[in-house]
């Protein structure tokens, strides 16, 4: 059948005819319902009567249908008019990757940046159960605007998803083992000998393809159809180093993995291969050594960030830390030392937003035990205004995964590479990472409430899909090697921390934070507040904790195993200061590996020592508007300004300052409207105002007093029994 220009197939206004393929015709169509332009495809008249292409058709239409992802065919609507049955789908403008490898090799940068698009397009296809048993450059779009669109669905064999007892399933069209699908040079070996194919039959089709762009030459053309089916299975293509000098070797070794005859040797995902092309697209050039697959890491939110419902909250733009230079632009960074007499660490920068304007100077790695100190350079990574939630290292060292709230916005989840300061959105919203496996699946926690840091754990895949959620009123998470999830849970106003979920470890009413799963996964790590200290402690799996480390009054927020399992190192302040590096061994020992001027906190460690941190100086900011007065004013004084009581008659505000600001142990301030200043009425935290705005409630530690606001002298209360924070 062939469809004349102004004729109406279901609502669509057929414009021209596209083009023409194994599976049917393409149209360029109007809807006439949304006036938008689409493409419809119908099947040719000589398939018409052949129920073995109507089925690969439906099929087609079935499989592209559930998927949604960027890369991939989207499409809009599938229907039967006057028995031609059609399928409808966005209108792409641009060229096959068959018309580009036409004109001769891709350059590497460039095929990496379409092989990265292909592998993710893919990876989300496997995600929903699909393969799709015919890629081949005709199946590959290059659109106008650089986007690689995956098409041609139609001989896709879809199964469930791996360990999901819900997926689609159906039966495609000669799809069993014995009968042999694709596209003659594009086929696997698996699909050569008829055998049952899964999502690395794909991978190899890719590899071919990749091989083809560098190249520019088929990597298994032969005379025939007979002998170029046995080169796939017994020949290996010429090296890519021979026929195109210029590829990189790292490139020529990814591209030689997917095309191994053995799918057990190939990437087993296209996310792990997505996220190995991720790496050399990031990296500051394709000569680099080849990662193979990757891992993040969670960050929790400091409860003190929340402050009281009418303060309002901000942190300001991130600042470069420089070896030898002061610096005040904003970003985060990551460095790499120089060896003076031995090889020190590695130290990747993530810098939180702090002050702009604050001016940095040098620093250095502290001494070591007997090691002398060495210089070290930093990588600044993010330069947007606003908090770092959580970051990760992938297992290559170079990948990292992030989450951060930037300019206001919620978080969300973003990929870069230690190299550079560019990052891609994941396009996950509201989430903080927590982790991310051997396997690349990250383990993020969605809708955070900024009150209590509750969230719902999700598992999703590093190369795109939508989060699955495993469990509630979680605050914490790690992966365990062997890939199950460790995890701290409230529950009924308790803390637990269990491994796998479900498994209850150790319970106790005092705050948890910063889990890590040993190494090894023998231990666990973590953080546990107790009468007003930060300790850091560490489990053996059926034993109770042991405390390995303490001291840490003002807050411990970071954690990390050292490379060999051999010390915790941990973020935490025991002053007024901001907080610092520490190294804590398992028998107790603690020495100071680094200290700096911005608030320090640690969230990863590489196996070759290199190290994630951020640095910077957040901020609490307290907005005020008088009686009488029209709008709110920012009235902040120091560093964290948290409000806690306002007068009856609204005139005069109490707050604390409980950050680096208010010293070590702290200060309450009250500000009258008019004043141009607050007044520091003491030391501690401020709770309440008297009705007659003659005395402060205030208490530090056990201690409860009363502050005058006027003239007089401070007087305690005596407390009988225990006494909780607050009054």
């Not at 001989?155 to 694709?182: C, N």
């Not at 993530?350 to 007997?370: D, I, Q, T």
């Not at 106790?508 to 973590?526: E, K, M, N, Q, W």
Request: proline share 6%.
């Amino acid at each position: 059948m062939s469809l004349q220009e102004g004729a109406l197939l279901g609502p669509y206004r057929i414009a021209t005819l596209l083009g023409e393929g194994g599976m049917g015709a393409v149209y360029r169509a109007k809807d006439t319902r949304l006036g938008r332009d689409v493409a419809v495809k119908i099947l040719t008249a000589v398939t018409m009567d052949d129920r073995e292409r109507l089925t690969r058709f439906v099929q087609e239409a079935r499989a592209t249908g559930m998927l949604n992802h960027p890369n991939l065919l989207t499409i809009y609507d599938i229907g039967n008019a006057s028995g031609t049955p059609f399928i409808v789908s966005e209108l792409l403008e641009g060229e096959t990757l068959r018309d580009r490898i036409n004109r001769g090799a891709v350059p590497s940068r460039k095929a990496v940046e379409l092989g990265l698009q292909m592998a993710s397009g893919l990876a989300a296809a496997h995600e929903k159960g699909v393969v799709h048993r015919d890629l081949k450059p005709e199946n590959v779009f290059l659109t106008r605007d650089r986007r690689v669109k995956i098409l041609d669905f139609g001989i896709a064999k879809l199964s469930s998803r791996p360990g999901s007892g819900d997926g689609p399933t159906f039966q495609m069209a000669a799809t069993e083992p014995g009968m042999v699908l694709g596209t003659v040079g594009y086929m696997s070996p698996e699909q050569v000998r008829g055998e049952v194919v899964d999502r690395r039959s794909d991978l190899f089709s890719f590899g071919a393809i990749l091989y083809e762009m560098l190249t520019g030459k088929r990597a298994f053309r032969r005379d025939s159809s007979i002998e170029t089916l046995s080169a796939i299975l017994k020949e290996e293509p010429e090296d890519i180093s021979v026929v195109m000098p210029s590829v990189p070797a790292p490139l020529e070794k990814l591209t030689r993995r997917c095309l191994e005859k053995d799918r057990d040797q190939r990437f087993q995902s296209a996310g792990d291969l997505a996220f190995n092309l991720e790496t050399l697209a990031t990296a500051g050039n394709l000569t680099n050594s080849l990662p193979t697959s990757a891992q993040h890491a969670p960050t929790q939110r400091n409860s003190a960030m929340t402050g009281a419902a009418p303060t309002h909250l901000t942190s300001a733009t991130p600042q470069t830390v420089q070896t030898r230079a002061a610096r005040t632009s904003a970003m985060p960074a990551l460095t790499k030392p120089k060896k003076r007499g031995v090889s020190p660490l590695l130290i990747a920068l993530l810098f939180l937003a702090s002050v702009a304007g604050a001016a940095w100077g040098g620093w250095w790695l502290a001494n070591r035990g007997h090691q002398e100190a060495a210089d070290v350079s930093f990588n600044r990574l993010t330069f947007r205004r606003g908090t770092l939630r959580g970051a990760r290292f992938a297992p290559d060292g170079d990948t990292i995964v992030y989450s951060a709230a930037w300019d206001g916005q919620a978080p969300e989840v973003y990929v870069g590479n230690r190299n550079s300061p560019e990052a891609r959105t994941l396009g996950i919203a509201d989430a903080e990472v927590m982790a991310i496996s051997k396997s690349t699946e990250l383990a993020v926690l969605l809708h955070r409430d900024r009150f209590s840091n509750l969230g719902t754990l999700a598992r999703v895949p590093l190369a795109g899909g939508s989060p699955r959620e495993v469990a509630n009123d979680v605050l914490q998470a790690d992966w365990a090697p062997d890939g199950s999830l460790a995890i701290i849970r409230q529950v009924r106003g308790r803390n637990r921390i269990e491994l796998p979920i479900g498994r209850v470890l150790y319970e106790t009413p005092h705050y948890l934070s910063d889990l890590r799963v040993s190494p090894d996964g023998a231990r666990i790590a973590f953080i546990e507040q107790l009468r007003g200290q930060f300790v850091a402690a560490t489990m053996e799996l059926g034993k109770q904790p042991v405390t390995i480390g303490n001291g840490w009054g003002r807050g411990a927020s970071g954690l990390a195993w050292a490379p060999g399992g051999k010390e915790v190192w941990v973020t935490g302040s025991d002053s007024g200061g901001p907080p610092a590096l520490y190294a804590v061994s398992l028998d107790g020992e603690t020495r100071l590996v680094n200290r700096l001027t911005g608030a320090m906190k640690l969230y990863d460690i590489s196996p070759a020592g290199r190290t994630l941190l951020s640095n910077g100086m957040p901020r609490a900011a307290l907005l005020y508007q008088a009686p009488g007065e029209t709008a709110e004013r920012d009235v902040s004084w120091l560093d964290w300004s948290i409000l806690t009581d306002l007068a009856p008659d609204g005139r005069s505000i109490l707050f604390n300052e409980t950050r680096e600001g208010g010293g070590a142990r702290n200060a309450v301030f009250l500000r009258r409207a008019g004043e141009a200043t607050p007044i520091r009425l003491g030391d501690g935290f401020g709770d309440a105002l008297s009705p007659d705005g003659k005395w402060v409630l205030a208490h530090t530690g056990a201690k409860l007093s009363l502050l005058p606001t006027g003239p007089g002298d401070a007087r305690e209360l005596k407390v009988n029994g225990t006494f909780d924070n607050g009054a």
